[in-house]
């Protein structure tokens, strides 16, 4: 054998490993070899975008749900929410399978429903919510005459198409579209994920309503749509959200403790801290309160979305540093995660 390849074989006389800490001091001060003991999601920017759009399609139609049934019937509101949720249900499917890599994937999903399965039940959802959401989409289209003037097609979508009870049906599997993104990403091993198990679904709910109240108010806003007692309601629900999100964000925070370390990384504290704290949540409710202007319900609007949007890709990034670091798998895994006396949630 050459020297050249048994000093490629060795480091300061003794044998090289590319595993073992102490005698690769490489990997010095790393347990488990430095090697993660489970593989971090390789999910790219779609998946990101489509927690955040389809938050915000089931947000909207939450609120114009809740408006309707409490008798407020705003046309240009109606009209904006049909619209939103009509074209973030047709994004989701796509964004969704574009991550796939392969259609397939997602039509062999829909085989079967399994209840116990995060994934198979947000599959059926954005089916099922897809499909109420075309068919009120629909309704509104003809009733708006984009389907024509003095069409019999148009005629009988306004008179058949039950508005009013699509739009409660809809309701439960829109509120698990928005949430059971949060939910999936807790059934995982991912111990910063994991650990969040009770409030993940929670957070993402009241951020993907936070983000359709900003869509709804911009759009409201920037088209002069709308009546001035809907835009009032918007503004305090907006608030009012705003409010339920950071403290379900601080829930979160304590729940996760020690394995909350990744969110105030080099990599994600711009994006949770900058982008979710201030961008999402103490910038937009300081310009929503006292004194209202349409300038400031915009700018907040565009923080809420920007922010929301922000959070989602803290949470992912997050993510992925959790499952990559052997200590907080191990940690996690030890039991250590179990709820302590101590535990403040």
């Not at 599997?173 to 929670?202: H, K």
């Not at 009241?206 to 409201?220: I, R």
């Not at 601080?250 to 080099?266: D, E, I, N, T, Y």
């Not at 949470?315 to 052997?326: E, F, K, L, V, Y």
Request: hydrophobic share 45%; net charge positive.
């Amino acid at each position: 054998m050459s020297e050249e390849a048994v000093s490629g074989q060795q480091r300061n006389g003794r044998p090289k490993t590319s595993h073992h800490p102490e005698t690769d001091p490489e990997r010095k001060d790393k347990n488990y070899y430095g090697i993660p003991p489970i593989k971090h999601a390789h999910w790219t920017w779609q998946i990101p975008i489509y927690f955040w759009i389809g938050g915000l399609g089931a947000g909207a139609h939450m609120f114009s749900t809740v408006a309707q049934l409490l008798g407020h019937e705003d046309e240009a509101l109606q009209r904006a929410s049909r619209y939103t949720v009509l074209v973030t249900m047709i994004l989701s499917p796509i964004l969704l399978i574009w991550d796939l890599g392969r259609p397939e994937r997602f039509l062999n999903m829909m085989r079967v429903l399994k209840l116990r399965s995060p994934m198979s039940v947000q599959s059926w959802s954005l089916l099922v919510f897809g499909n109420l959401a075309g068919l009120l989409a629909a309704r509104q289209a003809a009733k708006d005459g984009l389907l024509g003037r003095d069409n019999v097609l148009a005629r009988l979508a306004v008179r058949l198409i039950p508005d009013r009870l699509l739009s409660v049906l809809a309701l439960p599997v829109g509120l698990n579209v928005g949430s059971n993104t949060g939910n999936l990403l807790s059934a995982t091993s991912v111990p910063m994920w994991a650990r969040n198990w009770l409030f993940m679904g929670p957070v993402f709910l009241a951020s993907g309503l936070s983000t359709a109240l900003s869509w709804l108010s911009l759009v409201l806003n920037l088209t002069r749509s709308g009546e001035a007692k809907t835009l009032r309601v918007l503004h305090r629900a907006e608030r009012a959200t705003i409010l339920v999100e950071a403290v379900l964000i601080v829930a979160s925070l304590a729940r996760m403790g020690r394995w909350s370390k990744p969110l105030f990384s080099r990599e994600v504290v711009p994006l949770f801290v900058g982008g979710t704290l201030i961008g999402a949540i103490l910038a937009p409710f300081a310009l929503l309160t006292g004194r209202e202007s349409r300038g400031k319900s915009i700018i907040a609007s565009l923080l809420a979305l920007v922010g929301g949007l922000m959070f989602r890709f803290a949470m992912i990034r997050g993510g992925r540093i959790s499952a990559d670091d052997p200590e907080a798998y191990f940690t996690f895994a030890s039991g250590e995660s179990a709820p302590q006396p101590e535990d403040a949630v």
